[in-house]
């Protein structure tokens, strides 16, 4: 059987390694850290998360709980690591960062099938056998340019971000409460409210506080759905009421009243000592950051663990150059897994590495290079996902999460028929996820290579 080599240890690449390798088949697993690092990593860790601490909404019939539950369904390695590290958020799926890299080493080191290489892959040739490129955003510029030689096609990039985090002893806890938004679920979250006039303080500080400069070469161009609260606070004074900062359903049970403005901090790890600024993403100085962050309610003393960054995210021009089993169209032994593939966050780049991992080891099993399995159904989450990849229109491709609007729609009449929005998302994940079992369970008893 033919061997697989996976390149990049972040989340697509360990888990298409490990779905690859209980498959049967054997692995050549590539990271360049610590030999060569990244400008957003701390450690050589397989599975390091660098920006949030979130895999989003365990809240059953929402579009990120549907992707998870077929993960689940799939046994997906990297989502059973993160549900054993799980801490306290709410009716989110968050996890203690530093376990959750942990149990993810210890599944790599536990696999026979699996070989751990430290060092940076340059060159790509599509004779050599079956690869998955899971290189991630901060793919490094020798292996971009072996990508875009053997797409034809120009890389795309815009600057992520990753929130600041700071020490749990180092909050007023006497200025915050604790609350779930509308009393769903625990109340995990630490909540800093806003008065008014303090927003106004805060909201001077953030839009004239010094930002990063921007380096020459740079092109600051930021994904829509993770800007730097500094870039949303110059759309206008109420864009952080309505988004990050917005009070709704966080009424303060001190005085039963809601506040103007909330920032919520997330738990970082199951010791609690440390405490995540959900959605407090940012491009200023490590100084400037201190300085605005102390003016917010309860942190007037906090002590910064992470500043928050900027860094840059690769990705290929998906609809042009990828098939619906994430091979390239003109090299079928080369697949795509992860961020570098066009999805965004940390669930969906699980997912994609998911589906390379099957769709490799099934190539593998078949002992025909570029063979593809059977696709996993337009009809499911992750077939909705991919199709968006994959079909997009190429001249305005950008990044996405999983959300409804990828998802097959109801039928007009029944869409007509069924006014409330939380039944038709109900009756969406139903569908989804009976399609899903359709393909898994025969797919799965195929072959030992599960498809």
């Not at 376990?99 to 004779?127: G, M």
């Not at 506040?259 to 100084?287: I, T």
């Not at 300085?291 to 992470?306: S, T, Y």
């Amino acid at each position: 059987m033919s061997r697989i080599r996976v390149i990049g240890g972040g989340l697509a690449g360990p888990e298409a390694a490990l779905v690859a390798a209980r498959a049967g088949v054997d692995v050549d697993l590539y990271e360049m850290r610590p030999v060569r690092s990244t400008p957003a990593h701390q450690t050589a860790d397989f599975g390091e998360l660098v920006c949030s601490n979130s895999l989003k909404s365990e809240s059953e019939n929402t579009a990120p709980w549907l992707l998870k539950q077929e993960m689940r369904r799939a046994n997906s390695p990297l989502l059973q690591c993160a549900d054993a590290s799980a801490v306290p958020a709410g009716q989110a799926l968050a996890v203690d960062r530093v376990k959750f890299s942990r149990l993810i080493n210890e599944a790599i080191e536990r696999e026979p099938r699996i070989t751990v290489h430290r060092e940076e892959v340059t060159q790509l040739d599509p004779e050599d056998g079956i690869t998955i490129i899971a290189s991630g955003p901060l793919t490094s510029s020798a292996l971009s340019s072996e990508i875009a030689r053997l797409t034809g096609s120009d890389h795309l990039a815009f600057y992520d971000s990753i929130s600041p985090i700071v020490e749990a002893d180092s909050i007023n806890m006497d200025r915050v409460y604790f609350a779930a938004r509308w009393d769903k679920g625990t109340a995990d979250y630490i909540n800093c409210p806003f008065t008014k006039e303090e927003y106004d303080a805060f909201y001077q500080a953030l839009t004239t506080a010094e930002t990063v400069q921007e380096k020459e070469w740079e092109k600051l161009c930021y994904f829509e759905g993770c800007l730097p609260i500094e870039e949303l606070a110059r759309r206008g004074y109420d864009t952080l009421r309505f988004g990050c900062m917005k009070p709704v359903g966080l009424r303060d049970p001190r005085t039963g009243k809601t506040p103007y403005a909330v920032v919520q901090l997330r738990c970082e790890n199951l010791r609690a000592d440390s405490y995540n600024l959900v959605g407090f993403q940012n491009h200023l100085k490590f100084g400037e950051q201190a300085r605005v962050m102390r003016l917010i309610p309860g942190l007037e003393n906090a002590k910064f663990l992470r500043y928050g960054q900027i860094h840059r995210n690769t990705y290929i021009n998906a609809p042009q150059v990828l098939t619906d089993t994430l091979t390239l169209r003109d090299h079928p032994s080369i697949y795509f897994a992860g961020q570098i593939s066009g999805v965004e966050g940390y669930t969906e780049s699980i997912a994609t590495g998911l589906l390379a991992g099957l769709y490799a080891a099934a190539a593998a099993a078949a002992a025909a290079k570029g063979a593809s399995a059977t696709p996993i159904p337009r009809e499911t989450a992750l077939g909705s996902l991919v199709n968006y990849i994959t079909k997009a229109d190429a001249k305005r491709f950008q990044p996405a999460n999983i959300t409804f609007d990828l998802l097959v729609p109801l039928e007009e009449e029944l869409r007509k028929k069924i006014r409330d929005k939380k039944e038709r998302h109900r009756l969406q994940c139903e569908r989804c996820l009976a399609a899903f079992d359709n393909w898994w369970q025969p797919a799965s008893a195929a072959t030992p290579a599960m498809l």
